[in-house]
C-alpha cells in the first residue's frame, strides 16, 4: 500500500527514523512537532502506530501500555512426517498455551513457551529487548513436535529459526 501512495507522489515516507518525542500541544498554526533523530517532522495530524513502544514516545501511557515478550519458532522436519492441516492451539492452563501454525512445506510455526519462562519476570515483563532469544523458550521448542504429536515421536524435527518480539 505504502508502494502505491509513493507511486501516486503523495505520501512522503521516512524509514528507519526514530521518533524521540511527540509536543505536547500544537502551535499556534495547527502543527504537532514530531521529533525524529533526523529532524522535526510538523503534522496536522499523527497516528501513533507504535505498538508496545509507544510510551517511551508518549510517557503518559506508561501505565496503560505494558510490553511483553513473546518467542515464536520455525520448526522443520529432515524426512517425512505426517501432514498438520489445520492450525492448533494447545493449552495447558487458562494462562499457558502455545499456538501452531502449519507451512505448505510441511515444516510449522510455533509460538508460546510461557511455562519456560513465566515466573522469570523480568526476562519478559516490561520488557521490549528483541535482541536477544530468553533461552528458557529456545529450550522448551527443542523436540516439541515429538512431545506433542503423534506420528512425530521419531522424526528428526528441529527448531530452524527462533525469535522474540513484545507486544502488549
Ligand atoms: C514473537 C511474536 C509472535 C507473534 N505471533 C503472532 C501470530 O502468529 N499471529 C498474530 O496475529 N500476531 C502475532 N504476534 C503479534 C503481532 O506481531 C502484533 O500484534 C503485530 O505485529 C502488531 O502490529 P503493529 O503494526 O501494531 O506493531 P509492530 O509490528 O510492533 O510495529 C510497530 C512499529 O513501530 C516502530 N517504532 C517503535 N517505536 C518507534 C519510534 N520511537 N520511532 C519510530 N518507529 C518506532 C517499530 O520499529 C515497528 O516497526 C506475535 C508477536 C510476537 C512478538
Redesign the pocket.
Known amino acids: 500500500m505504502s508502494a502505491q501512495a509513493l507511486q501516486h507522489g503523495n505520501i512522503n515516507l521516512q524509514t528507519n527514523?526514530?521518533?524521540?518525542s511527540i509536543s505536547s500541544s500544537p502551535t499556534a498554526c495547527g502543527y504537532w512537532l514530531v521529533q525524529?533523530d533526523r529532524g522535526i517532522i510538523k503534522a496536522r495530524k499523527v497516528v501513533v502506530?507504535?505498538?508496545?513502544?509507544?510510551p517511551?514516545?508518549l510517557p503518559e501511557y506508561r501505565d496503560q501500555i505494558i510490553p511483553y515478550?513473546?518467542?515464536?519458532c520455525h520448526i522443520k522436519a529432515k524426512g517425512p512426517t505426517p501432514l498438520l492441516v489445520n492450525t492448533y492451539a494447545l493449552r495447558f492452563k487458562d494462562w499457558d498455551f502455545d499456538?501452531l501454525?502449519p507451512r505448505p512445506d510441511g515444516s510449522i510455526?510455533v509460538?508460546g513457551a510461557r511455562s519456560a519462562y513465566f515466573r522469570d519476570k523480568d526476562a519478559w515483563y516490561n520488557n521490549t529487548n528483541?535482541d536477544e532469544v530468553i533461552e528458557a523458550a529456545r529450550e522448551y521448542f527443542r523436540g516439541y513436535v515429538q512431545r506433542n504429536f503423534r506420528g512425530w515421536e521419531s522424526s528428526d524435527a528441529e527448531v530452524t529459526e527462533i525469535?522474540?518480539?513484545?507486544?502488549y
Open positions: 527514523t526514530k521518533v524521540t525524529t502506530a507504535s505498538n508496545s513502544y509507544t517511551a514516545i515478550r513473546a518467542v515464536a499456538y501454525i510455526i509460538g528483541d525469535w522474540t518480539g513484545s507486544e
